[in-house]
């Protein structure tokens, strides 16, 4: 029973090291449509802040891998992991980042909790190795052995490749890079929405595997937003999820980075969203919310914000 206890541990913590690894790449691009908004990266403590949460959740993912075949390499990642997550707590974050990108009492609740869970698995892990729970390398398949290295480094690569792909995206090839924003034709008027909290509500139409339809992009309440809550047509409601369902079925569950659709069918999908995007815009003007703003994502055009005429406003366009 204590073997399946650590194993179970260990999925955990893969599965977690998983998902905010996902996060972190989903929030660095998101970071693009909130610094194009604001004609302005964000800001360093930011960017630093997730560099070093994206650099935690290596040791916590390993750990937890290691942890699930019961492998004493368990042991010095929890303990790698553990150092990072004090060392952040008690020094970088108050010292270095906390003072220019304060978090929400609430999220530095949950880090401080998540960190108390992490070091008493930590401790468990210390007390099965001392037990002789955890076994060396030795003791396994020279075969088994290959293959958790393999799948190791192939989980690590990914998700660094990912990150800092996100992070090109976001024009942060670096923690002190400078958005490079397009040339302007001669004449032209780029139009950027103000920084909050000046900034009118934002929305924009966009399919993405797990989420809602449509996103908040005015900071801080940036993030997907269940239509429901818009105060909008029963029909339109209807109308997105339907749209963003199609989008879901589209990927494959196993590796939804990988969709089913050509490009035609990806083309007429993001037209269709344009085709929401402008009625959500046309309701919220009807219901006296003219100023917000919305938007909706195309492949080649990035986010474009749309009117409720439909009427395409080019300088509008989000990089």
């Known amino acids: 029973m204590a073997e399946i206890g650590l194993r179970l541990i260990g999925v955990f913590y893969l599965a977690a090291a998983l998902y905010v690894g996902r996060t972190l790449i989903n929030g ?33 993912g390993l750990g937890g891998m290691m942890l699930a075949v019961l492998s004493w390499l368990a042991l010095p990642l929890f303990l790698i992991g553990l150092a990072q997550q004090v060392l952040y707590l008690g020094l970088v974050a108050p010292r270095w980042l906390d003072p220019h990108d304060e978090p929400a009492p609430a999220e530095r609740a949950a880090t401080r909790n998540a960190a108390v869970v992490y070091s008493v698995a930590t401790a468990l892990v210390a007390m099965a190795a001392a037990d002789g729970r955890l076994l060396p390398l030795g003791a396994f398949d020279p075969g088994l052995v290959a293959a958790i290295a393999t799948l190791a480094a192939a989980l690590v690569a990914g998700f660094a490749f990912l990150y800092l792909r996100a992070g090109r995206l976001t024009g942060d090839g670096g923690a002190d890079d400078d958005i490079e924003l397009p040339d302007e034709p001669a004449g032209s008027a780029r139009v950027y929405a103000p920084s909050a909290p000046d900034m009118p509500p934002s929305y924009s139409v966009m399919a993405d595997f797990g989420c809602h339809p449509v996103w908040s992009i005015r900071p801080p309440d940036y993030g997907s937003v269940d239509p429901a809550d818009l105060d909008i047509s029963r029909q339109l409601e209807a109308d997105l999820a339907r749209w963003a369902d199609e989008f879901e079925q589209s990927l494959d569950p196993d590796i939804p980075d990988e969709s089913r659709w050509t490009a035609e069918a990806h083309a007429e999908h993001e037209a269709r969203g344009r085709d929401l995007a402008e009625r959500l815009a046309a309701e919220f003007a009807a219901s006296g919310r003219a100023g917000w703003q919305v938007f909706a994502f195309s492949t080649t055009a990035g986010h474009v914000r749309v009117a409720p005429s439909g009427e395409a406003r080019p300088h509008d366009t989000l990089p």
């Open 28 to 60: 660095r691009i998101l970071t693009a449509m909130l610094e194009a908004l604001a004609q302005g990266p964000a800001a360093r403590a930011t960017r630093w802040r997730d560099h070093w949460l994206a650099a935690g959740t290596i040791p916590v």
